[in-house]
């Protein structure tokens, strides 16, 4: 699976921007892709959940994004989106989507973009 993220850049304090991640099975092997979501590497490289939108359609959100964020998907195309408004400094970060992918009789696997940098400024 291919996951390339887009969207990242340097905006203001207050301001907006949406991310989108696309996912592209290149397997005959892999069913579909099931949950995608967005994560953000801290300093100290970890990697914490910022969105996940399930295969089913449940969303879940990091409670420091709730009501500033909104994950989506269009999942004909195996893409999602994170449209994060009235952005804080503190989301400063390198934002990494992850998509999961379904194969038949075989244990889901991960798959990680390369990161797309989100700058926001005081």
């Known amino acids: 699976v291919q996951v390339a993220e887009s969207g990242g850049g340097l905006v203001q304090a207050g301001g907006s921007l949406r991310l989108t991640c696309s996912a592209s099975?290149?397997?005959?092997?892999?069913?579909?892709?099931?949950?995608m979501g967005w994560y953000r590497q801290t300093p100290g490289g970890r990697r914490d959940l910022v969105a996940v939108?399930?295969?089913?359609?449940?969303?879940t959100y990091a409670d420091s994004v709730k009501g500033r964020f909104t994950i989506s998907r269009d999942s004909g195309k195996n893409t999602v989106y994170l449209q994060m408004t009235s952005l804080k400094p503190e989301d400063t970060a390198v934002y990494y989507c992850k998509a999961v992918a379904i194969r038949v009789g075989r244990p889901t696997t991960d798959y990680w973009g390369q990161g797309t940098q989100v700058t926001v400024s005081t």
């Open positions: 939108l399930a295969g089913g359609g449940a969303r």
């Open positions: 099975a290149t397997s005959t092997t892999i069913w579909s892709i099931g949950t």
